[in-house]
């Protein structure tokens, strides 16, 4: 079985006074829809898992450490995360991928350390704009999911995300059948390497400028179980629209 999960990624977005949202969410959650979840700043995991009180509301960190504490000014445990409220932790988005040179070989390695202390990995992979333009999209998913996930990688422990870089905050989003045509891509390779069962079952997200006004019609795609939200998380009534839809879909 294909879990469909809404995962909102708030980047480096929100205060305190943004939980608000919070309480404007957790009445319109049901467990009986898809997975919610949230993955706000560090700064506001642990309040927000509060607000959230074990409901149909789930948490997640945007990034995790290798090791588990030491030496690391500013970086971020994934047991650190998981004590804060954290089942979840986004690992290899574009942004740290091109803001801190994150390679596949790091963010398989804060895969395991995610797994290690109980958290499933939402893995990113995704295109530039000259990767799609050169003809090469596929090959660069390939290489992606390869050097990003572990050989012990399971739909259960790993969800993985396709975000094409330039669709991401841009308002711009793939054809519908640019989106199949990599999910599809991405289902066959999974089950290859995993194995057909497990292949099957991974819960694979579209991430990239993602409304309540185009959800619906990505969700019809072959192939696409969620979506994984930047700007349109930071509202409460966007997010849910967008849930709502995956619950429909
Ligand atoms: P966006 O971001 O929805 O704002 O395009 C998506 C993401 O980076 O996860």
């Known amino acids: 079985m294909v879990t469909k999960i809404a995962a909102g990624n708030w980047k480096m977005n929100g205060l305190a006074a943004s939980l608000d949202e919070i309480d404007l969410l957790l009445p319109q959650l049901n467990p009986a829809g898809a997975l919610a979840i949230l993955c706000p700043p560090a700064t506001l995991l ?21 090791a588990t504490s030491g030496a690391h000014t500013g970086d971020i445990s994934a047991a650190m995360l998981r004590d804060a409220g954290a089942q979840f932790v986004i690992l290899g988005h574009s942004e740290r991928r091109s803001d801190h040179n994150e390679n596949n070989a790091d963010v398989a390695a804060k895969t395991r350390a995610a797994w290690n202390n109980k958290l499933t990995a939402i893995v990113c992979v995704g295109e530039t ?19 990003s996930l572990p050989d012990e990688t399971t739909p259960q422990n790993t969800v993985i995300a396709y975000e094409p870089v330039w669709a991401i905050g841009t308002g711009r989003t793939p054809t519908l059948n640019q989106i199949a045509e990599v999910h599809d891509f991405m289902r066959s390779a999974l089950s290859t390497r995993f194995g057909e069962t497990s292949g099957g079952d991974f819960s694979l997200l579209y991430g990239g400028s993602v409304k309540p006004g185009n959800a619906a019609d990505i969700f019809a795609v072959s192939n696409v179980n969620g979506a994984l939200i930047g700007g349109a998380s930071l509202k409460a009534s966007d ?5 709502n839809s995956l619950s429909a879909s």
């Open 46 to 66: 642990a309040q927000m898992a509060a607000r959230a009180d074990g409901g149909a509301l789930l948490l997640g960190g945007q990034d995790c450490h290798v």
């Open 239 to 243: 997010f849910i629209a967008i849930w």
């Open 129 to 147: 704009e000259a990767e799609r333009d050169a003809g090469v999209t596929l090959q660069i998913i390939a290489e992606q999911l390869e050097g």
